[in-house]
């Protein structure tokens, strides 16, 4: 659950005399994200979602993620679009901190993943990747394989206390996957948090993705290693080959994997379930008391990591 | 925060068949709202509330605070309405809880309150009191004088772990409220709960009042009361007569008031403040590790009581 910062009609008010969006008619803070204060705005031109950037997202990162959005969508992609006040800007500030509206993106998030959902995803990642070719601003993944380390350093004396021998089985994971992380492959711009709550559908249709503030430069195909995990485990932990197979073989029919990319999958995976599980052991060991967000079960993606562990080759994710 | 039930997209279609609203578009949940489960549905047809009732609203009184919205409505008083299914039903279930989806009202609540703001207020319970005259069904109010008793009960044991004394002061001020709380006074139904979270404006007027679900038959002035502790103490609680004043003079000019009213604000004002006071320091008490929900703080009620203790008669409230 998400809005940390009240905002008074006030501020609202004198904010909203920067558009050109008539009155404000409602604003109700929304149950969903943990990072940031969303709200939804009603004015009398229509629906907005209005965000106030909290200290997890940083400043300076905020023109590339609200041009990346601006760009994907003036290419036609679903995507939220920033609105710009009347000085043809879109960042600005609001009770002391980064704030924007957004467009308001008509659409469920899955609940329950059936494999057509993962279907819709790989050709909406894929297009986004190809899409995303003419954005000339730059940001590093510093939450790749070179962030990993700090994280577990941060962890490593109490990660046992959440599961027994954690510590160790992270350790050894880390040094072969920085021994061994692939290098040279296509790579672009990626979303890198495309998990089934930013991603929107309306009846059988994709509608759009959302929630752009882990953006990034990476391999295309460590997007797709990303959802394999986020998307293609079942419940209770089961891996679900006919997702996978759904989600890479849409994505192919968009652009084409190349062989090293294929090859790379299995540890793009295992790196892609160690960055989730870092963050997650990290942000339950630093919980503060009394935090409004519930911390995720780091554990989960510990069995994820297991699985592609033994994982051989593609075949294991659906593909011939 | 509310948003206690997850609701499925499976769930949630089939919950939708039942009625004439077409596609549906989006879902979200409202972080507002402490007893049910909200969240804003976009269909093809517009906005709406849906309500999943939680544990706290009885399913009995629900044909009462849905139909008490209905009449309203009909008379031209804007509040949410209780939208019909194909079977000319409100009120159905969904994930096993009651359920209703009700018009989205357009407004904001005011964080800071302006004596204007208590002006409209005032006019509007007037009206709601004259418009429900024609409402025939009845909900006793279970927290009046006659159910302080056993939440004060449930409490007075560790009442002084919150304030010193608490527990005393408590048991003498029941014991005043019991033996001196008026009768006869013109009755009707009462919205019960009109705080400032639940008075929506856009611009300088009053868009409409939400949140039926304390509504019952109470004295009128009681209502008049509650607001009195809600909409006119400052945050450093000083009591602020201007406030007061707007609030029963714009009442009087739809809604004059009798003279034993006006002679019962002081004691009705200090049981309404018992009443949040002991339903407050019931919910501290009685507080689950781990709920979502932070308690408010009875001792603001506390001082509040205080105020009304001193008052000689409504010349305090600003009224000549």
């Known amino acids: 659950m998400a809005v940390y910062t009240e905002v008074s009609d006030e501020d609202l008010g004198e904010f909203l005399t920067q558009y050109d969006l008539g009155e404000m008619l409602s604003l109700k803070g929304i149950a969903e994200g943990v990072e940031n204060s969303n709200y939804l705005l009603h004015t009398e031109a229509g629906s907005y979602i209005l965000t106030l950037y909290e200290k997890r997202v940083h400043r300076e990162d905020l023109p590339f993620f609200l041009g990346l959005m601006e760009h994907l969508s003036a290419q036609g992609f679903s995507c939220p679009v920033p609105i710009k006040g009347k000085d043809g800007e879109a960042l ?15 659409g469920l998030w899955p609940k329950r993943i059936h494999p ?9 990642l894929a297009t ?46 880390l040094d072969y996957l920085e021994s061994n992380w692939p ?21 059988d249709r994709l509608s759009g993705i959302i929630d752009f503030y882990f953006a990034c430069n990476d391999f295309f195909a460590y997007e797709l290693a990303i959802c394999l995990n986020a998307w293609c485990f079942e419940p209770d932990n089961a891996f679900n080959a006919t997702k996978a197979r759904q989600l ?12 090293a990319e294929l090859d790379a999958l299995p540890i793009l995976a295992r790196g892609s379930a160690m960055r989730f599980l870092l963050t997650r052991l990290y942000d339950l060991l630093h919980h503060p008391e009394g935090a409004l967000v519930t ?21 294991a994710y659906g593909l011939d």
């Open 295 to 315: 911390p995720k079960d780091p554990t989960e993606y510990c069995r994820k990591l297991r699985f592609h562990q033994e994982v051989r080759g593609p075949g």
């Open 128 to 173: 986004f990747h190809l899409e995303t070719k003419g954005f000339d601003l730059r940001r590093e993944n510093n939450l790749s394989v070179g962030g990993w380390r700090p994280l577990f350093e941060a962890c490593r004396g109490r990660a046992d206390s959440v599961e027994k021998g954690l510590s160790a089985f992270l350790a050894e994971e």
């Open 183 to 203: 290098k040279g492959l296509p790579e672009g711009v990626i979303h890198a948090d495309a998990f089934p709550d930013n991603v929107f559908f309306v009846g």
């Open 92 to 106: 600005r500030e609001l009770c002391g901190r980064p704030a924007a509206i957004i467009s308001y993106l008509e």
């Open 248 to 259: 890479l073989q849409a994505y192919q029919e968009v652009r084409p994997l190349k062989r």
């Open 116 to 124: 057509w959902h993962c279907n819709r995803l790989g050709r909406a």
